[in-house]
């Protein structure tokens, strides 16, 4: 247990804990002394993340989360609550995608999906954590965007869009709870290298990663380290002249082109 860490004494709820982001967040964030409630619609996952904070001598403890049911993101508030005693910190990571294409191909049920789970998830999880960050004297709220919440591209109208909104409601919660010291800010990242990300248009991490490269700045992808540094940041008081604003991690993808001829 880090007790000089930037989160020492927070207790933090990750929501797609289980996944490449949402681990490393949550294993940046325990090793900064948060205590961590790992939350996944995988259980399994969960567990094994908790598993190895715990092994590498944080506290954290998964808890099975669907952020589309109310009465699962009340539960996994509770639950942190009773198990390490207050909540002062959420991170919004869990998403899911689409099958690739336009308007006319995209199924009015994987839009309705990623719908539910990429915005409607983030709102019932504010909604959650409000009281008990309240009661805590305050807390901060990080969720994860895209830089292509800042931009289209091809063949994914829903994800873009729930991502455009994901930036628009975390400036309106800053804006609501400002007066209860809880701030909300995003993080956009470009092209991370995670398995989600790449097997959607490439055959393999390697293939994606040597084609996204050149599209950045800094002539490569981005790690899962490096959001989970961001969140960390915003997360903790270093952020603290900083509320309903976005944080771009994106290698200088948005600066340099801005344009989707290299998807992520
Ligand atoms: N990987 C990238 O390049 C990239 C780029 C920009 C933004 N992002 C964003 O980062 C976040 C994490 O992405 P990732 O690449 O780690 O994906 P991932 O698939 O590894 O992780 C997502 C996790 O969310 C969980 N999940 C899905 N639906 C859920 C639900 N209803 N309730 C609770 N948990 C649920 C999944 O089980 C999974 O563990 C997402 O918000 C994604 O949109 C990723």
């Not at 989360?65 to 002062?88: E, M, Y």
């Not at 591209?153 to 909104?165: E, L, Q, S």
Request: one cysteine or more.
């Amino acid at each position: 247990m880090n007790e000089k860490g930037l989160l020492a004494g927070r207790v933090a709820i990750v929501t797609g804990g289980g996944g490449e982001i949402g681990s490393a967040i949550a294993r940046r964030f325990a090793r900064e002394g948060a205590c961590v409630v790992v939350g996944d619609l995988e259980p399994a996952k969960a567990a094994r993340i908790a598993d190895a904070i715990c092994a590498e001598g944080g506290q954290a403890a998964p808890h099975a989360l669907d952020v589309c049911d109310p009465q699962s993101c009340a539960d996994i508030v509770a639950f942190a609550v009773k198990r390490f005693g207050k909540l002062t910190t959420l991170a919004n990571v869990a998403a899911t995608v689409t099958p690739l294409g336009d308007v006319e191909k995209l199924a009015l049920e994987h839009w309705n999906r990623a719908l539910q789970v990429n915005l409607t998830g983030m709102f019932l999880m504010c909604k959650s954590v409000a009281s008990a960050m309240r009661e805590t004297g305050g807390g901060a709220i990080v969720s994860i965007a895209s830089s292509h919440g800042h931009i289209g591209m091809p063949g994914r109208p829903a994800y873009c869009a729930t991502k455009a909104a994901v930036l628009h409601l975390s400036k309106c919660v800053a804006i609501d709870y400002a007066p209860y010291k809880i701030r909300s800010n995003t993080i956009s990242p470009g092209a991370i290298d995670t398995e989600r990300a790449a097997l959607q248009r490439y055959a393999s991490r390697e293939e994606a990663n040597r084609a996204k490269g050149p599209a950045y700045l800094v002539g490569r992808t981005g790690s899962v380290d490096e959001i989970a540094a961001g969140a960390t940041f915003l997360a903790s008081d270093e952020s603290s002249f900083m509320t309903g604003t976005d944080m771009l991690i994106d290698g200088g993808y948005l600066a340099f082109k801005g344009t989707t001829t290299n998807p992520v």
